[in-house]
């Protein structure tokens, strides 16, 4: 007699049937994580420039993204973490364009310096025409994703609101330190004024912005360009700061 072994489960009578790998499908290579987040951002970017942040939900931007919501929520707890980050990289995208139209200037300065005559060299309409017409081109560039800088439609969000405003304060202090080359406001007032020359500059890429969108514009039926509103704008700021210029710092005829 056999010894007793454990019984098996009856038979169901059913029949799994799997179906064969296809030998020509190819497997999808998984992103790099820093691949895959550029991605996302470039993505979420678009959608939330285009529809605003409240019309925009983690679904679809893991549609657009062709990426799973856990995969999506790996890179970004959530839809607010996200647009942050969209606003970070928008945001040093604008210092960055600041800083490099602000190079000719400091190169200037450091050769006036250089050569015993720091003051003489320095032209203070360039400094405010550079910083106004990056802006300008900023918005220019990048259409309609620049309007997360300049009208971001969750700014009641002191979190948004303050980064945001990022930028624009990172650009007065890069403002402020060339105005100081060639003014003799104290530190205090040079922020400010700077501060406030940056306003403008940002009401200037707002127009811009609106004038892309709209072609019945004046703007568009006059054949007015950028180059117009940053010159517009900065022979406006300058015309303040001007009265402010060292004696001995040549006017450049403005």
């Not at 470039?42 to 019309?55: N, R, Y």
């Not at 800088?149 to 609101?161: G, I, M, P, Q």
């Not at 403008?200 to 707002?206: C, E, H, Q």
Request: charged share 30%; proline share 5%; hydrophobic share 45%.
């Amino acid at each position: 007699m056999l010894p007793e072994t454990r019984r098996s489960r009856p038979y169901s009578g059913r029949v799994v049937n799997h179906p064969p790998p296809d030998p020509h499908r190819r497997l999808r290579p998984r992103m790099p994580k820093s691949e895959r987040q550029a991605q996302i951002l470039t993505i979420a970017q678009d959608l939330f420039a285009t529809h605003g942040f409240h019309h925009i939900s983690m679904d679809d931007i893991a549609e657009r993204a062709e990426v799973s919501k856990p995969i999506l929520y790996r890179h970004f707890p959530s839809k607010l973490d996200l647009y942050l980050a969209v606003i970070d990289e928008r945001g040093q995208a604008l210092v960055d364009s600041v800083a490099l139209a602000l190079v000719p200037v400091r190169e200037a300065a450091a050769a006036a310096a250089a050569s015993g005559n720091a003051d003489r060299d320095v032209d203070g309409y360039a400094v405010v025409h550079a910083v106004v017409r990056a802006y300008v081109d900023f918005a220019d560039g990048c259409g309609v994703a620049a309007s997360l800088l300049f009208e971001s439609d969750v700014t009641r969000d002191d979190v948004v609101r303050e980064r945001v405003e990022e930028p624009n304060r990172r650009n007065a202090e890069l403002f402020a330190a060339a105005l100081a080359t060639f003014t003799d406001l104290t530190e205090a007032q040079t922020l400010t004024v700077a501060r406030t020359a940056t306003v403008m500059a940002r009401v200037a890429a707002s127009d811009t912005l609106r004038a892309d969108r709209d072609a019945d514009t004046a703007r568009a039926a006059d054949g007015e360009t950028t180059m117009d509103t940053a010159e517009l704008v900065a022979q406006f700021a300058w015309r303040g700061i001007h009265g402010m210029v060292r004696r001995e710092v040549p006017s450049e005829g403005r």
